[in-house]
């Protein structure tokens, strides 16, 4: 990705506020207590990712607020809409753990795929161009290529660029780079960041990487486990714009060392329950 970094960027996302959010899953009498009493403000602009033990309910709280689930209480909303009306006014891009491109359809084909199948959202509204999106995420060069002759990171970028196409308020970012190795990881997620310093949409970003979690973000949510529930908001004060130099210093090893330490804790009382 080649995103050109501006050093006075508003932000230009809309907020989430979630509020005592309660998501169960199995049948009445036998429920599974997925989410208990969640809540969370996400300002407008500010990347927040979400860590914690497998199994503390990290994508499902992604999922509701993409509304793939229905809560089973509190709320969710998106700027001043409802989860339902963010969704039609198309202010919500997500990205799967899985690229999801169809194979049948060139890269340039794949991002345009929202921009086709939603006509009716394209009426009043900034939309970006497949190409000029495409480019700025460094694949200017791969329009016309499919799929599988792509590398795992560039399909990535694809699928990245194709949540952008509507220019959501909202990106919802479920481990986009789990699949990656490191060193791929790493220069996947530093072209994520790049884009974002430049563009500053509202992110809630899932991810088991603690120091992907810490140079991404602005606030790194922890979640225990049984049932999920957040157990601390912890600040990232590193300075923006921020490149690979912020993983050599003091600050960042020594949030690095408080997290992974917070995070043994809500594991080893996970094991206990």
Same mark, same amino acid.
């Given at each position: 990705?080649?995103?050109?970094?501006?050093? +006075?960027?508003?932000?230009?996302?809309?907020?989430?506020?979630? !509020?005592?959010?309660?998501?169960?899953?199995?049948?009445?009498?036998?429920?599974?207590?997925?989410?208990?009493?969640?809540?969370?403000?996400?300002?407008?602009?500010?990347?927040?990712?979400?860590?914690?033990? !497998?199994?503390?309910?990290?994508?499902? $709280?992604?999922?509701?607020?993409?509304?793939?689930?229905?809560? #089973?209480?509190?709320?969710?909303? %998106?700027?001043?809409? !409802?989860?339902?009306?963010?969704?039609?006014?198309?202010? %919500?891009? $997500?990205?799967?753990?899985?690229?999801?491109?169809?194979?049948?359809?060139?890269?340039?084909?794949?991002?345009?795929?929202?921009?086709? %199948?939603?006509?009716?959202?394209?009426?009043?509204?900034?939309?970006?161009?497949?190409?000029? $999106?495409?480019?700025? =995420?460094?694949?200017?060069?791969?329009?016309?290529? =499919?799929?599988? &002759?792509?590398?795992?990171?560039?399909?990535?970028?694809?699928?990245?660029?194709?949540?952008?196409? =509507?220019?959501?308020?909202?990106?919802?970012?479920?481990?986009?780079?789990?699949?990656?190795?490191? %060193? +791929?990881? #790493? &220069? &996947?997620?530093?072209?994520?960041? *790049? =884009?974002?310093?430049?563009?500053?949409?509202?992110?809630?970003?899932?991810?088991?990487?603690?120091?992907?979690?810490?140079?991404?973000? *602005?606030?790194?949510?922890?979640?225990?486990?049984?049932?999920?529930?957040?157990?601390?908001?912890?600040?990232?004060? $590193?300075?923006?714009?921020?490149?690979?130099?912020?993983?050599?210093? #003091?600050?960042?090893?020594?949030?690095?060392?408080?997290?992974?330490?917070?995070?043994?804790?809500?594991?080893?009382?996970?094991?206990?329950?």
């Amino acid at each position: 990705m080649t995103a050109i970094v501006a050093e +006075n960027v508003t932000a230009n996302g809309h907020g989430v506020e979630i !509020s005592h959010l309660v998501k169960k899953f199995g049948r009445p009498g036998q429920e599974m207590l997925a989410l208990d009493d969640v809540n969370l403000t996400v300002a407008p602009g500010e990347f927040v990712s979400v860590i914690g033990p !497998s199994g503390c309910g990290k994508s499902t $709280l992604l999922k509701v607020v993409a509304g793939l689930l229905e809560a #089973d209480g509190g709320s969710v909303t %998106i700027g001043t809409d !409802s989860v339902l009306e963010a969704t039609k006014r198309k202010l %919500i891009g $997500l990205v799967p753990q899985a690229p999801a491109l169809l194979p049948w359809r060139s890269v340039r084909d794949n991002v345009k795929l929202p921009l086709q %199948i939603n006509p009716a959202a394209n009426a009043g509204r900034t939309l970006r161009d497949p190409d000029e $999106l495409l480019t700025s =995420f460094g694949l200017g060069h791969a329009l016309e290529k =499919f799929p599988k &002759q792509l590398s795992g990171g560039m399909q990535q970028r694809v699928a990245i660029a194709r949540a952008f196409a =509507f220019d959501p308020a909202l990106l919802l970012m479920d481990e986009p780079f789990s699949a990656l190795d490191e %060193i +791929n990881r #790493d &220069q &996947q997620r530093l072209g994520l960041l *790049d =884009f974002w310093q430049t563009h500053r949409k509202s992110v809630m970003f899932v991810t088991h990487s603690v120091p992907e979690a810490i140079v991404l973000s *602005d606030r790194i949510v922890l979640m225990a486990a049984r049932p999920g529930r957040i157990a601390e908001i912890i600040d990232v004060n $590193l300075p923006r714009p921020r490149t690979e130099d912020a993983y050599a210093s #003091d600050a960042f090893r020594e949030l690095e060392g408080y997290v992974r330490s917070r995070l043994a804790d809500v594991m080893q009382e996970a094991a206990h329950v």
